[in-house]
């Protein structure tokens, strides 16, 4: 079992541009998540899916886009890339939304400059 | 509104030595609580939960945490630190009741606290 992978590990991008980020996960679980972290802030929801083809914005959705054609992955898109969106991206997933442990992905790193 | 403090940025702490991290919540109703740890470069991984039951509850890596009501606290301790067990630690809450399709299940995450044990 991979459990939950993420790629890229790392990214550097300009302003302006776009690209997705992937999450996948074997675990058959069906409510996943996308958090970004920055310095001293934890972590905040972006959005986050309850099952395939649902979907629902979390905290800080804007700037972002999610699909969830699948039980199995949970892209995040960034359209038009800012300094802002700087940060490390965590995607999780959990069996049982709030009952049950989360469980995280190694992260992207990701610069915009 | 919702919301967790750990109002320690970071815990200094001699190998041996109890350790405790503070986390306090404010939340209308019951809490589930969870405790979590994040190794440099890594995703955070589970250390414990309080669900209902028992206040003390024991977790993963010899960590346990207490649940107090009246003092809306759920500290992280540990009869004596190692160094391996430098990382940051993440409080999290979330409400115990779960509207399908709403956002009261998700986490609330607090800022971390880092850890860190001297030899």
């Known amino acids: 079992n991979a459990g939950v992978t993420q790629t890229p590990k790392f990214r550097i991008l300009k302003i302006g541009q776009s690209m997705t980020l992937q999450c996948t996960q074997d675990?058959?679980?069906?409510?996943m998540y996308w958090y970004r972290q920055d310095p001293g802030m934890g972590l905040k929801l972006i959005y986050y899916?309850?099952?395939?083809?649902?979907?629902d914005k979390g905290e800080v959705p804007n700037g972002y886009n999610v699909s969830r054609s699948t039980t199995e992955d949970f892209p995040l898109r960034l359209e038009l890339a800012a300094p802002s969106q700087t940060s490390v991206y965590f995607c999780?997933?959990?069996?049982?939304?709030?009952?049950?442990?989360?469980?995280f992905g190694p992260g992207t790193r990701l610069t915009v400059l | 509104a919702q919301s967790v403090a750990q109002p320690e940025d970071q815990v200094n702490v001699a190998e041996g030595n109890p350790l405790t991290v503070k986390c306090t919540y404010s939340?209308?109703?019951?809490?589930?609580l969870f405790w979590y740890v994040q190794y440099p470069n890594r995703g955070l991984q589970f250390l414990l939960k309080?669900?209902?039951?028992?206040?003390l509850v024991k977790g993963s890596y010899g960590f346990e945490a207490e649940f107090n009501k009246s003092q809306t606290s759920f500290h992280l301790k540990k009869p004596s630190a190692l160094v391996s067990d430098s990382a940051l630690y993440f409080c999290?809450?979330?409400?115990?009741?779960?509207?399908?399709?709403?956002?009261?299940?998700?986490?609330?995450f607090g800022k971390g606290t880092k850890l860190s044990v001297k030899p």
């Open positions: 939340v209308s109703g019951n809490p589930y």
């Open positions: 309080y669900i209902t039951g028992d206040n």
């Open positions: 999290a809450v979330r409400l115990k009741k779960v509207n399908y399709g709403g956002s009261q299940g998700n986490l609330i």
């Open positions: 899916s309850v099952g395939a083809g649902i979907t």
């Open positions: 999780a997933t959990s069996l049982i939304s709030g009952l049950g442990e989360q469980f």
């Open positions: 675990m058959n679980h069906n409510y």
